[in-house]
Nanobody
Framework: QDQVVESGGGTVQTGGSLTLSCAAS????????IFWFRQAPGEEREGVAA????????YYADSVKGRFTIARDNRKSTVYLQMNSLTPEDTAMYYC????????????????????????????????WGQGIQVTVSS
C-alpha cells in the first residue's frame, strides 16, 4: 500500500531543534525520492528538502541550507528531517511526500536525480502524501 506517515512535530523555542520522521511503505520507499514540504498559514506549500533513497543524494531549499539535514534509514524505510536553529519563520505544517518514479531523471552515468523542489505538486510528480504534522517555533 502506498503511504507515508509523519511523526515528531511539536513546539520548540527559537534556536531549538526538532527531528521529523517519515515512515514509508517499502514499495514506495526503495530507489525513490522522498520529500519534505511545508506550508505556513496563508502561504503556498513549498519544498524544503529531498533525498534519493538509493544513494542518499540530498537536495535543500536555500531557506534551510545549513540548518536542516535530511537523512534516511533504509532498514526502516524511514526518512528524517533534522531541523536546527529554528526560527518562527519555520512554523508550518510539514508534509512528507513520495515521488512518482516516472518523474525521476537518469544521468548518463546511471545515477538518478530527484524532481526539483519547486516541481508541480500534482500526481504526475508525487504519488503519496502524508497527513502533515505541525511544527511551531515560539519566539
Amino acid at each position: 500500500q502506498d503511504q507515508v506517515v509523519e511523526s515528531g512535530g511539536g513546539t520548540v523555542q527559537t534556536g531549538g531543534s526538532l527531528t521529523l520522521s517519515c515512515a514509508a511503505s517499502e514499495y514506495i520507499y526503495a530507489t525513490n525520492c522522498i520529500f519534505w514540504f511545508r506550508q505556513a498559514p496563508g502561504e503556498e506549500r513549498e519544498g524544503v528538502a529531498a533525498i534519493y533513497t538509493g544513494d542518499g543524494s540530498t537536495y535543500y531549499a536555500d531557506s534551510v541550507k545549513g540548518r536542516f539535514t535530511i537523512a534516511r534509514d533504509n532498514r526502516k524505510s524511514t526518512v528524517y528531517l533534522q531541523m536546527n536553529s529554528l526560527t518562527p519563520e519555520d512554523t508550518a505544517m510539514y508534509y512528507c511526500a513520495a515521488a512518482n518514479r516516472v518523474a525521476l531523471t537518469q544521468r548518463p552515468g546511471g545515477t538518478w536525480v530527484c524532481p526539483p523542489l519547486t516541481s508541480n505538486q500534482g500526481p504526475a510528480t508525487f504519488r503519496s502524501w502524508g497527513q502533515g504534522i505541525q511544527v511551531t517555533v515560539s519566539s
